[in-house]
């Protein structure tokens, strides 16, 4: 059968050859990456199975084993479907609704939340309520010229838009990562390298079986995205509409509240398809919150923030980060900053879960 044609069955290709490739094929499946059975790579011959020559070609062409992984891969993934979608119908559940109950959690936001909140799911899951699952190379690292282009492009953006303002500052660097703005464009460049390193070595974009989770740096470039799309959001929404300065708008001034973060978009949701998850909230809302304790301890201390030009002239205490949210000065202003941003961050987070969304259907499916 030419490789163009529909996978062979086990059946099919030990009636034909007289090998059994259940056997040597189906340990190779839970742990993708090991090295391939002696049946590839010549060596003691299976069991009923034609001499392999040592160091000769296979006997088994690379064709036919790729059809008949993806054959067991398939069968896997029917086997295990039920299992990891379906949950027991309930006792007011509609009897005459014909439609599987793994599908039902398809049919709206609220229904997807529901779904993506149940303890049932990973924390890391790639399966969809439509019972298809991510495809982790058209989510995270699409195979094209264009995603290298791009990605190169976005990291110097960021590295450019850092090194700008690091050099015009009076400060020490260090104090740079006391802001919140600072922070989220480091967290921003990690996400970009991690993504441009997975990018290039692809061993780690395996797609798992049903079940399992992604590699390491899939898992991590995952959730520094879920962090740096909406605290990228949160920082140019502060800026533009919390304070009240009459500066002229300056290019670095836009570019940190506003074009890094939109770089983080497009990578997410025009080159790649990250899939924010609803569980991913945690990590956001941590990221959050430890800032705003951050910005009291700061203040407590006197840790300070260098010398600024707007820096105070009494010099007993060191300056809070932000005149704002002084949590000394004006305890009640620096608290409904801060419930501000607490309460924000859910609307933040969700408006980059919906975007992602709008773009799941092109890297959904696939095997």
Not at 17 to 35: E, H, Y
Not at 142 to 155: D, E, G, H, M, Q
Not at 178 to 197: D, E, K, N
Not at 268 to 291: D, E, Q
Request: aromatic fraction near 14%; charged fraction near 15%; include cysteine.
């Amino acid at each position: 059968t030419p490789p163009s044609s529909a996978p062979l069955s086990g059946r099919q290709f030990q009636g034909a050859t007289g090998v059994n490739l259940q056997q040597s094929l189906a340990p190779t499946l839970p742990g993708v990456g090991r090295p391939a059975p002696p049946l590839f790579s010549g060596g003691a011959p299976p069991a009923g199975g034609p001499p392999i020559p040592a160091g000769g070609p296979a006997v088994f062409p690379t064709s036919y084993q790729h059809h008949f992984q993806q054959h067991l891969h398939q069968q896997h993934h029917l086997q295990q479907q039920h299992q990891v979608l379906e949950v027991p119908d309930q006792p007011n559940s509609d009897p005459s609704s014909s439609a599987p109950v793994s599908h039902r959690y398809d049919e709206g936001c609220f229904s997807r939340l529901r779904y993506e909140f149940t303890c049932d799911t990973d924390f890391f899951s790639l399966a969809e309520p439509s019972g298809d699952f991510v495809n982790v190379i058209e989510s995270f690292a699409p195979y094209s010229k264009s995603t290298a282009i791009f990605r190169v492009l976005f990291i110097g953006v960021s590295s450019s838009t850092l090194v700008y303002k690091w050099e015009r500052a009076n400060v020490e660097t260090w104090r740079y990562t006391m802001y919140l703005t600072y922070l989220t464009l480091l967290i921003t460049m990690a996400y970009q390298i991690v993504s441009f390193y997975i990018m290039e070595r692809r061993a780690n974009l395996v797609q798992p079986l049903p079940g399992d989770r992604p590699r390491l740096l899939v898992r991590v470039a995952w959730i520094l995205y879920s962090i740096a799309a909406p605290a990228g959001l949160t920082v140019s929404l502060s800026r533009w509409f919390l304070t009240d300065d009459n500066e002229p708008l300056t290019l670095d001034d836009a570019m940190m509240h506003g074009g890094v973060a939109a770089t983080v978009f497009l990578d997410g949701l025009v080159v790649g398809a990250v899939p924010v998850r609803a569980k991913h909230l945690a990590c956001y809302v941590a990221y959050i919150f430890a800032f705003v304790v951050w910005t009291y301890l700061q203040e407590h201390f006197g840790i300070g923030k260098g010398g600024w030009p707007d820096e105070y002239p009494n010099g007993l205490k060191e300056d809070p980060l932000y005149f704002i949210v002084s949590w000394s000065d004006n305890f009640k202003g620096a608290a409904t900053i801060a419930m501000y941003h607490l309460l924000f961050t859910p609307v933040a987070f969700f408006i980059c879960w919906g975007l992602s969304l709008g773009v799941r259907g092109k890297a959904v499916g696939g095997d």
